[in-house]
T-cell receptor, first 107, second 117 residues
Framework: KDQVFQPSTVASSEGAVVEIFCNHS??????FFWYLHFPGCAPRLLVK?????QQGRYNMTYERFSSSLLILQVREADAAVYYC????????????FGTGTQLKVEL | NAGVMQNPRHLVRRRGQEARLRCSPM?????VYWYRQLPEEGLKFMVY????????ESGMPKERFSAEFPKEGPSILRIQQVVRGDSAAYFC???????????????FGSGTRLTVV
């Protein structure tokens, strides 16, 4: 069964670097996507790809079946749900999402 | 350039009624995706449509659910004879191309929260 796995909760202190880990069992998938979701708002794409990449404070690591999202200099406002998703190539139709990781920021 | 617009934001229906959820994709986007988020769960794929065509409906429940994306107007997710288990947040996303394209922009709307009472 195609699934994406990520922890339900991660905690971090303000100013620290936090890592959210994700792995998948999606057939032929090799792209990862990381989304940020505040309740009541649209999920927002942070970073994506099939290789390590960085967008501002967001770094994405990449291996064939796993990826981590690293958030640098964590702020209280970063407390939200982070979704990992995978996509298989060749024109595949959809992203397969994990269940989301709630980031808790300790002051 | 407005983002993906979903309406209504909140919808309350009694058991047995019909629910119609609308999604207007971003300008220039011809690919529409519907996802459902049940309480305490992640985003689950339901259906992928291009203009006037259903491309992939592998995530749609077999009964009571249907989707369309007409040539003119928004995409509609229709749920007939709603039950309490249909209560969820329904998200629409649009893209000008499929995820592997360099033109990929998978943009989500803010969702419609359906409550069945």
């Amino acid at each position: 069964k195609d699934q994406v796995f990520q922890p339900s909760t991660v905690a971090s202190s303000e100013g620290a670097v936090v890592e959210i880990f994700c792995n998948h069992s999606v057939s032929n998938a090799y792209n990862f996507f990381w989304y940020l979701h505040f309740p009541g708002c649209a999920p927002r794409l942070l970073v994506k790809g099939s290789k390590p990449s960085q967008q501002g404070r967001y770094n994405m690591t990449y291996e064939r079946f796993s990826s981590s999202l690293l958030i640098l200099q964590v702020r209280e406002a970063d407390a939200a749900v982070y979704y990992c998703a995978s996509w298989c190539g060749g024109g595949g139709n959809k992203l397969t999402f994990g269940t989301g990781t709630q980031l808790k920021v300790e002051l | 350039n407005a983002g993906v617009m979903q309406n209504p934001r909140h919808l309350v229906r009694r058991r047995g009624q019909e629910a119609r959820l609308r999604c207007s994709p971003m300008k220039g986007h011809s690919h529409v995706y519907w996802y459902r988020q049940l309480p305490e769960e992640g985003l689950k794929f339901m259906v992928y449509l291009q203009k006037e065509n259903i491309i992939d409906e592998s995530g749609m429940p077999k009964e009571r659910f249907s989707a369309e994306f007409p040539k003119e107007g928004p995409s509609i997710l229709r749920i007939q004879q709603v039950v309490r288990g249909d209560s969820a947040a329904y998200f629409c996303a649009s893209s000008p191309a499929f995820p592997g394209s360099k033109h990929y922009r998978y943009t989500f709307g803010s969702g419609t929260r359906l409550t069945v009472v």
